[in-house]
């Protein structure tokens, strides 16, 4: 993985950033959105939507980048499918990588053993982001 998206994402977690909040906004300087409006976007992803209940914020800021950078942005532009194609590959590789989509079981909420950290999962959803959308 690029050095510098780990650096970066280590500084926002530092900053406060949760974990989709931080995955998403490493890529900013590829993405055409306001990294405001992206942290304010992000916000509820975080903490498995809030809560640890659902799937890791990590992941969905990778899904979100994703999203971003191979949707044409318009019904018309045909790139639906090939999206999903992308955000199933993501989900499929963290499930493989973290033990689970979910939050809650990945941090072990319920059985007291965790599969693995929030920082392990970010890792995670950075290294998708690049290797899937083959960016630098």
Request: net charge negative; glycine share 12%.
């Given at each position: 993985?690029?050095?510098?998206?780990?650096?970066?994402?280590?500084?926002?977690?530092?900053?406060?950033?949760?974990?989709?909040?931080?995955?998403?906004?490493?890529?900013?300087?590829?993405?055409?959105?306001?990294?405001?409006?992206?942290?304010?976007?992000?916000?509820?992803?975080?903490?498995?939507?809030?809560?640890?209940?659902?799937?890791?914020g990590?992941?969905?800021?990778?899904?979100?980048?994703?999203?971003?950078?191979?949707?044409?942005?318009?019904?018309?532009?045909?790139?639906?499918?090939?999206?999903?194609?992308?955000?199933?590959?993501a989900?499929?590789r963290?499930?493989?990588?973290?033990?689970?989509?979910?939050?809650k079981?990945?941090?072990?909420?319920?059985?007291?053993?965790?599969?693995?950290?929030?920082?392990?999962?970010?890792?995670?959803?950075?290294?998708?982001?690049?290797?899937?959308?083959?960016?630098p």
């Open positions: 993985m690029n050095p510098s998206y780990r650096e970066r994402a280590r500084m926002l977690r530092e900053k406060g950033y949760n974990c989709a909040q931080t995955v998403a906004c490493t890529f900013i300087e590829h993405l055409d959105i306001d990294e405001e409006v992206l942290f304010r976007l992000m916000e509820g992803f975080g903490g498995g939507m809030g809560g640890h209940q659902a799937t890791c990590a992941l969905s800021g990778a899904i979100a980048v994703i999203g971003l950078l191979h949707s044409g942005g318009t019904p018309a532009s045909g790139t639906k499918a090939g999206t999903y194609a992308l955000a199933k590959c989900a499929e963290f499930q493989a990588t973290s033990g689970s989509l979910v939050c079981e990945i941090l072990g909420d319920e059985t007291g053993v965790p599969l693995t950290s929030c920082e392990r999962c970010i890792e995670h959803g950075l290294e998708l982001v690049q290797a899937l959308l083959d960016l």
